[in-house]
């Protein structure tokens, strides 16, 4: 059985993958990583904040998903969450009322039949799920800290889903979950899961750009909340940014009461447009009350467990990233988590037997994480546009042109300028 | 920071796993595959036919999809779609009324309000999205055959979940979709499919009582489609089985008909009970038509494309084999996809630290692929029951007693009795 893929960008050895890049976007997608992402094949617009992750965007998707998993495994058990909510969880924490965004789950008959039988809450976050099941592990002080995460599908009816992937109706979201004997383990954990963000973040590379900003509690704690915000020229949040102290404060909290509050001078410190990454809630008793969640202390007194939750949408980081790594000539992916490090373009202006066998014995050898360009019907300019499009860390031309140089083309995508060496230099600077 | 974890069963390094099981399960969890996953700690029961899958249970859960992932991107482009759905592109189909099983999603205030503007179908498979979605890939006979598939959550109002991970409302599932120039080329993939497919179960441990089985078209196609039957002793369907031949018919389309049709005799044929593991389409033009979905021939004339559709119940998978390899102790995984390769069972009798220490130094060694219970408030009978429930395929006892007869028991899960050995021993005949 033969494909013949004389004329796709290959992907791998995959015998059929479907990628393919647009000229046109809708004027419907207002924000640059829904413009961006979309032009370059990586998503595709369903309906107003619901997004297909087509091949190369599915792709980095998972890339940032699995080192997400590989930070949190560390220190949580990885478990997954239904959707469907029992309404019930919602009413015991008020949320069915306050919470505005909320979808709901019917069997399309039962709608018509007014039969409120099979009736869901669609999950936004976990913890009207996670709690419940919490009971059934802690019973006593020796089942503490417990720590429970999951990656997966996130459904809120935002008002107005402009934002292309930093704020849709149906996301991608990592929640982690812990559970404390008492406030001050729980602070100490938090501590730790601070500082897993930011060594994630570092992964991805976004650590230098990214700060603990001080935020709203959210619908369960009068307390500050802390977000992870990361410098993008087109973020939705406003930061005051304490550069020094590596610190930020979200605007909405910019006011005298937290002024004295937290002892610090607002006006002194600099404005900048940031997107949120991340979001961490000290919950303490909040959720542990109504759900009445306790433990068993070594004194055989009965106890209430302390909660904390730590937030991260993947595919809100795949929007924010695709958005500061990005240029005039398309998106710009970090190494980590590119969908291939290498693209090769095969250029067949003349003599094409040679750059096809050349091409070929190199895809032979680094194609597990390589697109291979070996469309002979589209013109040259398209091809390179197409790479620097789709921005793959290192693109590599195979053309007489390269041939009669030396061999084939090495460009980073963050440079201007590539450098002509043979295959066997190529694999010794820059495969491992 | 430490985690007292003395008293838990440990998986891998992690500081906290989440594992225990339970000796109760409702009553209302009727069929095997629930009561046994339930007990086991693998799922937790949330709703009818609603589950969370628990740390060793989604542990499972990754290893059939990571083997299912393997298998079909050899043939197909991996993508991720929405679960909302716009409710036009249903109404294409004609499936929003004739599909009884849709559950609609709304926003919970768009309901009160009477305001249609944000409903959707939850997704229960995917052909009203892919079959859009490829027309933006398809326009030439170049771009043909493509293949695209999703491992996936979906959503059905099963009327009676009462099936356990065989029925659920909400459950996992892979989707592969097949797009050709012609039903020679379709019914080609189609037989390359079923080879894979048959290689996916051999690798599951299921291929020696997996039968490729004719039954109904279902809602798109009056033709036979192909159920790929595991035979259980509590399957919820009948086939027909020819062990010669290695096929099968479903009872539903057992009829003198279909016997004239297929030049079988039914009667001559054994009666067995069987659970679906597996169902592929050949859809042929049924969604290309409403959709408009056409290509480009050669010759420069408009032609429709030939589709099929592969789907795989991955969850149900989990459910299937769980009562498959269970016997009255509990779970048997097969190895390719157990929670973990070893289970080390220390006991404290007497002496703990030895027993402690050699313990450690196994642990440190395969901890990667181990379960090590090392609870000391814990009966020994508890301890190996547990092992024996949980199902991990070795069972490794380290105890004053094994230390005596020279070192540490081993136990395959299906095996009646153990043998003592060095860890050295044990590496070497069972540890690469």
């Given at each position: 059985?033969?494909?013949?893929?004389?004329?796709?960008i290959?992907?791998?050895?995959?015998?059929?993958?479907?990628?393919?890049t647009?000229?046109?976007?809708?004027?419907?997608?207002?924000?640059?990583?829904?413009?961006?992402?979309?032009?370059a094949?990586?998503?595709?617009?369903?309906?107003?904040?619901?997004?297909?992750?087509?091949?190369?965007?599915?792709?980095?998707?998972?890339?940032?998903?699995?080192?997400?998993?590989?930070?949190?495994?560390?220190?949580?058990?990885?478990?997954?969450?239904?959707?469907?909510?029992?309404?019930?969880?919602?009413?015991?924490?008020?949320?069915?009322?306050?919470?505005?965004?909320?979808?709901?789950?019917?069997?399309?008959?039962?709608?018509?039949?007014?039969?409120?039988?099979?009736?869901?809450?669609?999950?936004?976050?976990?913890?009207?799920?996670?709690?419940?099941?919490?009971?059934?592990?802690?019973?006593?002080?020796?089942?503490?800290?417990?720590?429970?995460?999951?990656?997966?599908?996130?459904?809120?009816?935002?008002?107005?889903?402009?934002?292309?992937?930093?704020?849709?109706?149906?996301?991608?979201?990592?929640?982690?979950?812990?559970?404390?004997?008492?406030?001050?383990?729980?602070?100490?954990?938090?501590?730790?899961?601070?500082?897993?963000?930011?060594?994630?973040?570092?992964?991805?590379?976004?650590?230098?750009?990214?700060?603990?900003?001080?935020?709203?509690?959210?619908?369960?704690?009068?307390?500050?909340?802390?977000?992870?915000?990361?410098?993008?020229?087109?973020?939705?949040?406003?930061?005051?940014?304490?550069?020094?102290?590596?610190?930020?404060?979200?605007?909405?909290?910019?006011?005298?009461?937290?002024?004295?509050?937290?002892?610090?001078?607002?006006?002194?410190?600099?404005?900048?447009?940031?997107?949120?990454?991340?979001?961490?809630?000290?919950?303490?008793?909040?959720?542990?009350?109504?759900?009445?969640?306790?433990?068993?202390?070594?004194?055989?007194?009965?106890?209430?467990?302390?909660?904390?939750?730590?937030?991260?949408?993947?595919?809100?980081?795949?929007?924010?990233?695709?958005?500061?790594?990005?240029d005039e000539k398309g998106l710009?992916?970090?190494?980590?988590?590119?969908?291939?490090?290498?693209h090769i373009v095969t250029l067949f202006e003349?003599?094409?037997?040679?750059q096809?066998?050349?091409?070929?014995?190199?895809?032979?050898?680094?194609?597990?994480?390589?697109l291979w360009d070996k469309r002979?019907?589209v013109s040259v300019g398209e091809k390179l546009n197409d790479a620097d499009l789709i921005g793959c860390?290192y693109r590599v031309v195979i053309s007489?042109d390269s041939?009669?140089?030396?061999?084939i083309e090495v460009k980073r995508r963050?440079e201007e300028k590539g450098?002509?060496?043979?295959?066997?230099?190529?694999?010794?600077?820059?495969?491992?």
């Open positions: 059985m033969k494909n013949d893929s004389s004329e796709s290959q992907f791998r050895n995959e015998y059929s993958s479907g990628i393919r647009f000229k046109e976007v809708s004027k419907e997608q207002e924000s640059l990583n829904a413009k961006l992402l979309i032009q094949g990586f998503v595709n617009p369903e309906l107003a904040g619901v997004y297909t992750y087509t091949r190369l965007g599915y792709e980095v998707l998972k890339n940032i998903e699995n080192l997400t998993r590989e930070h949190m495994s560390k220190w949580a058990g990885e478990i997954l969450m239904p959707s469907l909510h029992p309404v019930e969880n919602w009413m015991v924490t008020d949320r069915l009322e306050t919470m505005s965004s909320l979808f709901e789950a019917r069997g399309a008959n039962d709608i018509s039949r007014k039969n409120n039988s099979s009736r869901y809450v669609l999950g936004p976050t976990h913890e009207e799920i996670v709690t419940p099941l919490a009971k059934k592990y802690i019973k006593s002080y020796r089942d503490l800290p417990l720590a429970l995460f999951q990656i997966q599908t996130k459904f809120r009816n935002e008002a107005r889903p402009k934002s292309g992937l930093l704020r849709s109706r149906e996301f991608r979201m990592k929640d982690l979950y812990s559970f404390h004997q008492s406030e001050e383990e729980l602070l100490e954990f938090y501590e730790v899961m601070k500082e897993e963000y930011m060594s994630l973040f570092e992964d991805l590379g976004l650590a230098d750009d990214t700060y603990i900003t001080l935020a709203e509690g959210g619908d369960f704690t009068k307390e500050f909340s802390h977000e992870f915000q990361t410098l993008i020229p087109q973020g939705e949040d406003t930061i005051y940014l304490d550069r020094k102290n590596k610190i930020a404060y979200n605007k909405e909290i910019v006011n005298k009461e937290n002024e004295k509050k937290l002892g610090v001078k607002f006006d002194d410190l600099e404005q900048v447009l940031a997107s949120e990454v991340g979001n961490i809630f000290p919950l303490n008793l909040k959720l542990s009350k109504p759900f009445d969640l306790t433990y068993m202390d070594k004194d055989g007194s009965e106890q209430p467990v302390y909660m904390g939750c730590y937030g991260l949408g993947t595919s809100r980081l795949m929007g924010v990233i695709a958005e500061k790594f990005s710009v992916w970090p190494e980590r988590i590119a969908p291939a490090k290498y003349k003599e094409s037997d040679e096809y066998k050349l091409s070929k014995k190199l895809f032979d050898i680094v194609g597990k994480d390589s002979r019907r860390p007489s041939i009669k140089k030396g061999g963050t450098e002509v060496m043979l295959i066997e230099e190529f694999l010794k600077r820059y495969v491992k």
